[in-house]
Each structure stands twice: as structure tokens, then as C-alpha cells.
């Protein structure tokens, strides 16, 4: 398995820009995570989804969409970049099994720098 | 909602020493706390767990230990090395609830020093 896998690793903007970060796991999570990581800060969530079809806002939601169309993949929109959302973002998947482990995978991260 | 408090922000012992590092949570419905590794530039890996019916977990150099009256919970480092030089983060969630989402610290800087 390759796990959670994220795309780009780093990416400069423009202010104003738009991008996608990818997000896929393979092993068959329903639940999946977007955080930011500031220089020095601990995780606040972005948006999480529960499963295909259903998403949800977190702690910091603005400037950001989600959408979750199928099981392995969930995609975090960046609409009109600002400098505040330069950050660290990761993407999580954990197992909704209620009998199974409760970890939470990580991804290795996208570095993004918005000018 | 849940908020997760974690102390020292950062800490610094000789190698081989012990290392403990402190967090407490706000609400009681909360029933697992899992502990994350993240070295520089790296994600943030699980080192330990623990579920709300056990008081103390231990794997080798590090355990945690639970107190849900108090709502508290701490990491035990033992014999620190300096590939032990990480950030450790803390989290609670309730398992099994609506959300179901980590709730973190904010985490703790640990160097050990040679």
C-alpha cells in the first residue's frame, strides 16, 4: 500500500492564484482530513469527510473547498490565494471500523507559498 | 467543543535522561489519545495510543498514562536518545462520536542533547 499520498510537494503562488492539492489513500478509509501547519504551530483542521459524497468544515474553513467523490480521494480547493495561506498542508485517512485501530495516517505534506 | 491543552512547548534533557510531557483535555466524552512523532520537514507519525479504559500503555523506551478524573494524560520517554529530538504532539478524540475528529495540542519541542 502507498498509503496517503499528496501532490504537490511544494508550490509557489500568486496572490490571487487558484490551485488544487491532491489527497489519495488506498486503504479503503472512510474517514479523510485536511490540516494547515504554520511555521512552529501545532494541526488545525481544514475539512474532513466521513465518506464519498459527505463533507464537513473544521476549525479554519475559510478560503478553502473540499469535495470527496469517491472513497480514496479528496481534493482541497484553494480559491484566490492570500499570504496568510501559506502554510503546510497534510492530508489524513483513518479506518471508521469501530473494532479496528483508531490511527490517523498522514500524508507527507504539500509546502505552499503564496507571494 | 473539545480543546487540548499540552506543556512544556519545549523541553530539553541530556541523553539519557527521562522526558515527560503533560497535556489535558476538556471533555469528558473524549475516549482515545494518541501521541505523534514529527520530526523536521517529516509528517507527523503515531508513537503511542491509548483508550480510555486503560490507565497506563507502555512500548519500550515510552509510555503513556491516563487519568480520566483529572483529564490528563502524559508521555513518558525513558533513556531519551538524541534520534528522540522531535516535536510530540498530543491529541484526544471521541471515538465513536459524531465527528470523531483528533483535536490537537500544540505541541512540544523536545531536543536532547549528546
Known amino acids: 500500500n502507498a498509503g496517503v499520498t499528496q501532490t504537490p510537494k511544494f508550490r509557489i503562488l500568486k496572490i490571487g492564484q487558484s490551485m488544487t492539492l491532491q489527497c489519495a489513500q488506498d486503504?479503503?478509509?472512510?474517514?479523510m482530513y485536511w490540516y494547515r501547519q504554520d511555521p512552529g504551530m501545532g494541526l488545525k483542521l481544514i475539512y474532513y469527510?466521513?465518506?464519498?459524497?459527505?463533507?464537513d468544515k473544521g476549525e479554519v474553513p475559510n478560503g478553502y473547498n473540499v469535495s470527496r467523490s469517491t472513497t480514496e480521494d479528496f481534493p482541497l480547493r484553494l480559491e484566490l490565494a492570500a499570504p496568510s495561506q501559506t502554510s503546510v498542508y497534510f492530508c489524513?485517512?483513518?479506518?471508521?471500523?469501530?473494532?479496528?485501530?483508531?490511527?490517523?495516517?498522514f500524508g507527507p505534506g504539500t509546502r505552499l507559498t503564496v507571494l | 467543543g473539545e480543546n487540548v491543552e499540552q506543556h512544556p512547548s519545549t523541553l530539553s534533557v541530556q541523553e539519557g535522561d527521562s522526558a515527560v510531557i503533560k497535556c489535558t483535555y476538556s471533555?469528558?466524552?473524549?475516549?482515545?489519545f494518541p501521541w505523534y512523532k514529527q520530526e523536521l520537514g517529516k509528517r507527523p507519525q503515531l508513537i503511542i495510543d491509548?483508550?480510555?479504559?486503560?490507565g497506563e500503555k507502555k512500548d519500550q523506551r515510552i509510555a503513556v498514562t491516563l487519568n480520566k478524573t483529572a483529564k490528563h494524560f502524559s508521555l513518558h520517554i525513558t533513556e531519551t536518545q538524541p534520534e528522540d529530538s522531535a516535536v510530540y504532539f498530543c491529541?484526544?478524540?471521541?471515538?465513536?462520536?459524531?465527528?470523531?475528529?483528533?483535536?490537537f495540542g500544540k505541541g512540544t519541542k523536545l531536543s536532547v542533547k549528546p
Open positions: 489524513a485517512s483513518r479506518s471508521s471500523s469501530s473494532g479496528g485501530a483508531n490511527e490517523q495516517f
Open positions: 469527510s466521513v465518506g464519498a459524497g459527505i463533507t
Open positions: 491509548i483508550r480510555s479504559n486503560v
Open positions: 471533555d469528558s466524552a473524549s475516549n482515545y
Open positions: 486503504m479503503n478509509h472512510n474517514y
Open positions: 491529541a484526544a478524540m471521541n471515538y465513536g462520536g459524531s465527528q470523531g475528529n483528533l483535536i
